[in-house]
């Protein structure tokens, strides 16, 4: 456990890093880098990921694109992936491989879209580092406006799997 809370903790210092984190998102998400996302808050429970209403994020209807906010919500639960499975061993590999999403409101302004699913992440990431076999897990983002309406609801799918040792 003691390994795990070290990889969260260099993890979270990575993601609170502004640089640092600009610098991954534009070598790995450089989308998500041009619509602006940023993690606002990060823990070993939940993440909270923001995105603003801005010319590169913006359709006809003078909303965010629904794709941008499909972004943003997909990082505040992959952040949380990434976190329980950032150098761990074996490797785990992890994948969206379902998502939904209900829109209630006009998406204007900044919006942020909260995971409070890492509880359930972290033990689906043991799960499978365990037995070697493929575990899923249903993750939660809700996002809401800056009056704290809420916008949209999405619900991703994510799949986890430790890596053989060939290819870890």
């Not at 639960?77 to 829109?103: D, I, Q, R, W």
Request: charged content about 15%.
């Amino acid at each position: 456990m003691a390994n795990t809370t070290t990889s969260v903790n260099a993890f979270q210092q990575i993601v609170n890093s502004s640089a640092k984190f600009r610098l991954f998102m534009l070598a790995k998400l450089p989308m998500a880098y041009l619509a602006g996302l940023r993690v606002k808050s990060l823990s070993e429970d939940s993440a909270a990921v923001t995105i603003p209403y801005k010319y590169l994020n913006k359709n006809p209807f003078r909303s965010i694109y629904f794709a941008c906010l499909s972004m943003a919500a997909e990082l505040s639960t992959g952040v949380l992936c990434m976190m329980h499975v950032y150098k761990s061993t074996p490797a785990v590999s992890m994948l969206v491989t379902h998502m939904e999403a209900n829109f209630t409101k006009k998406a204007v302004g900044l919006i942020t879209f909260t995971c409070h699913n890492g509880q359930q992440i972290q033990e689906a990431a043991e799960r499978t580092k365990a037995t070697g076999e493929g575990v899923t897990i249903v993750a939660t983002s809700i996002g809401v406006d800056e009056a704290g309406d809420k916008v949209a609801e999405f619900r991703f799918t994510w799949s986890l799997k430790a890596k053989s040792g060939k290819n870890a």
